[in-house]
């Protein structure tokens, strides 16, 4: 067993299971980047391992989260191995796949829950387990050794929106045979109790919704497929139609109504360019942006910089997501902007029934989970050190590990052998840079890591703007390194700057005192901009200082 | 009423009291910069609306908190004016002048709660409020309009530590003799119910020390003298000695103490140099870095850096302080590598009895001040838009305000007249940038916003590093801009390569993983070499690039 990603880290995650020459790759997550990472679009698990490691069986995806299936477009020409997933995931994925043209050289092999597959020394068994999105499964891997589960994420949700439960009797069924090893999610491992059913979200939905005396803007993780159905059942029942904004949004209802997973009304669609005309009290906007990505269609619709979108007062803005660590500051901003437009806006408090529940198992459902499996190993897997930690903790006061409870960050393999588990001399593992040009953008999409990024040199952008005039004060400057020769590239930084001065001007206000979204912004363009004159892609790190 | 700053923004609080001529300033705040704005240390506000209207009467201080007094010395020689505080408060801000050297210059004028004070047309008297940290007063100013109250920041403690009440008759009887206008403290308008007295955190600290095997090192604000006091006291009597570690909680601890604000009972001080080799048992150590700041002790300790502790297993670190909103991913990976030291770690989860109470006043306090002050014109202050709103939604509720609620946010003066309370036109307001050296070598403070930092341009070292064996993978590069001629500056950009070369072999590895870390390493060095060699102080960006 070889985590290569998301073992005291956050996302990323992925691991290999590796038994003589054959390996079986779980996952491929991405991470995504923290605000330090200026310029880097996307961060991906190495996977040198597996490239000094040839005999890659397959890849198995347990679920069509982006922190386990977004890396799969840059890894999986070097695996070179058939993908396994659920219908929804590979729906996914293969979206993925095409926007990177790499579609039609991908093996992909659809599995549902229940199925059993051969894969050389391996017999994977996918049994479904409950969690935030749809279709997600947990692997039970019979190797010579013994029984290896995989959990991927989970929570045991008693009362699934669409009565799909999770699979107590298979876990059970296992853990009378005999578990080897078990490895599971540990994300909730602080939280004590247990993580509320995705219904327990309704009785505040329909309340909010029956309050909002004009429009109903909510947000949610595009793969939120439950939440969303909830959403679209209040609205029906309500009498609003649904209208959806934002491509991750689009995408995933769309992929979603394909499979029949998501059950919208006949003539309950609003499309999009009609939202500004209709009654406002008779439409629910679902919109993606629940984490105030800086392009995303929230943020824009905040700052009154989208198209289809002009909130008006006592409009209501419903954000069901958790905040994922690192973008507090950024959904704060967002929630102060809403403010100021006089919308009603409804975040998660903690203080009245919520409005947004985990898709990870608090700690009763870790026990249950450990008390059904009664592994010989248990090796916590998904989540920060102390998540971890206390999952291992956690464990230790179940009592039903018979063997070791193994602590096991990325990188630091097991080996278990009829003798016991023993750590192996750790792997090269680590967060490899994707600079994707930008979400909006997919489809100029290069993959390189920054060693490769050093070829091409360093473009600095430095605007001063006035905090309060939103002026820029000077002509922005611009510094490289390593991209052009001196003489050359005079002419070109001269055209740079009126890129960078063109782009502050198309810009808001608002949007100009949130760093974030200019420096994004400017990125973007210039990136275009460089790309088009010079077929470089320098990394470009916008500067903005206020004056 | 001119609102200078910490309105519709968090800290920087800073305000302005008029009539024709005379102004008056309250409080002058810093606000700590977020991860966008690389390399600056401390922003503070925009005083250009002071600098245009002479006639500052005075700068009142309500309390010792860097976000009212941090931007003393910066403003101090643009108003030229007396400065008033309580014994405590003035301490602080003479350690400040001094260190800027401007102490002698300074007329500070010492005031205690239940005085008042006639400055020009205002009569002042200050009020004894309860807060976080101690000698904390309210503002009750007597103008030819009518009695204009400012809170300061406050909670209603019932039962403080020191026995010194929150001076509810004051406000009474300004309640009863009628208030023209409130301006109330909004941090906490999102809370709903009371904000526990400081004595709550007494239990839950009893029982985490008593359950100590080994050491115990707590570390909250180094203000926060009643939560000192109360370790202080705790320790003792379960027959440990206490010692303090880090500049802040140092020069904090030994201000108090001068002052009879802090008792430590004789003989139970280690000094730090003695506790490596002092009964892990029998000690307590009071650390500054609650907010894991990256040079503080508390940051230096858990990556093993600290050459005054090295902790073992089983250590007992406690983190009795709030998260302040941007530092959520620093202070989670200073948590994750005290796990992974396997020290046993407390910090606030909101499940058990609290090892943090907030300073600030709940929704419930809100009301019981709006009842007794009763005001006519009703204006929140010190929180983000969305604080301010709550507040001004509370007020509506309980319905004491006989005139308007005013939601402004910083630069929107507002002014009462016998007529009604008027909007005027907003004036200058903003953050303003100060680049002070750093926290560590602040003998050499300038004072220089972004406009200046112009003059010296902008050195760029971009720096490879491999994430996992920590090495540096090529020379480091240094971008510049307005700095040096090229010619002249090849040989001493040379000379600025091996700096950082030799600022990062000094750097532990896990350091060097964190970037927050050693980029601010990498810049206090970069800085002291440059302006040796040059006199100038060229803005400095580090660039850290993963391969």
């Known amino acids: 067993m070889v985590p290569l990603g998301g073992l005291g880290e956050f996302g990323m995650n992925m691991m290999a299971l590796r038994y003589g020459e054959d390996i079986l790759a779980i996952d491929a997550g991405l991470m995504f980047p923290e605000t330090e990472l200026l310029g880097v679009d996307v961060v991906i698990p190495d996977i040198t391992y597996l490239k000094q490691n040839r005999g890659v069986r397959a890849l198995l995806l347990t679920h069509a989260h982006e922190d386990h299936i977004g890396a799969v477009p840059y890894v999986l020409p070097d695996l070179n191995c058939p993908v ?21 050289k991908a093996d992909l092999r659809e599995i549902s829950p229940g199925m059993t597959v051969t894969l050389g020394p391996f017999e994977v068994e996918f049994v479904h387990v409950t969690h935030s999105t749809i279709e997600c499964v947990a692997l039970a891997i019979r190797t010579p050794l013994g029984i290896v589960i995989h959990t991927g994420d989970f929570k045991v949700d008693p009362t699934p929106v669409d009565g799909q439960s999770f699979d107590l009797h298979r876990f059970a069924r296992y853990g009378q045979e005999g578990v080897l090893a078990l490895f599971a999610d540990s994300t909730n491992a602080e939280r004590p109790g247990y993580t509320p059913s995705e219904r327990a979200v309704r009785p505040r939905l329909e309340e909010l919704f029956r309050a909002a005396p004009k429009r109903v803007v909510i947000s949610c993780f595009s793969s939120s497929v439950h939440r969303i159905q909830q959403v679209i059942d209040i609205a029906t029942e309500q009498g609003r139609k649904v209208a959806f904004i934002g491509r991750s949004m689009g995408d995933n209802v769309e992929i979603a109504h394909s499979l029949n997973k998501l059950h919208i009304p006949d003539g309950s669609v609003v499309r999009p360019q009609d939202i500004k005309a209709f009654d406002p009290r008779r439409i629910v906007i679902l919109a993606s ?11 824009r619709i905040a700052v009154d910089n989208h198209r289809l979108l002009e909130l008006q007062e006592n409009d209501t803005v419903i954000l069901s997501a958790r905040i994922i660590p ?78 070791e409870i193994l602590m096991v960050e990325s990188g630091q393999p097991i080996e278990f052998t009829p003798d016991g588990a023993f750590r192996r001399e750790p792997v090269q593992v680590g967060r490899v840079f994707v600079d994707s040009g930008s979400l909006e953008e997919i489809e100029e999409v290069v993959i390189r890591d920054r060693r490769h990024l050093a ?18 004060e000077a002509s ?14 005079q002419e070109l930084l001269a055209l740079a700057r009126n890129v960078v001065l063109k782009t502050m001007e198309q810009s808001n206000p608002e949007e100009k005192s949130d760093w974030s979204v200019i420096k994004e912004k400017i990125r973007v363009d210039l990136k275009k901009f460089l790309n088009k004159k010079t077929s470089k892609r320098p990394l470009i790190l916008p500067v903005i200082l206020e004056v």
Chains 1, 2 share one sequence.
Do not use: C, W
């Open 455 to 472: 070829e091409d040199g360093v473009v600095v952008p430095i605007i001063a703007i006035n905090k309060h005039s939103g002026k820029i």
């Open 326 to 403: 690192g973008n507090e500051k950024a959904i704060s901003r967002m929630i102060d902007h809403l403010f100021r437009r006089r919308v009603l806006v409804y975040y998660e408090s903690g203080r009245s029934a919520p409005i947004h529940v985990s898709g990870h198992a608090s700690q009763e459902e870790m026990k249950l989970l450990l008390n059904l499996v009664r592994p010989k190993y248990f090796v916590p897997i998904h989540g920060e050190y102390r998540q971890l930690f206390q999952h291992a903790s956690l464990a230790r006061q179940v009592g039903s590990v018979s063997g």
């Open 476 to 489: 922005p400057e611009i510094v490289t390194r390593g991209f052009l020769p001196m003489d050359d590239g």
């Open 289 to 299: 942006g629940s984490q105030a990505e800086p392009m995303s269609a929230l943020s």
């Open 84 to 104: 396994y997933g659920t219908r929804f995931t590979l729906a996914l994925v293969r979206k993925k796949l095409e926007e990177h043209g790499l579609l039609e």
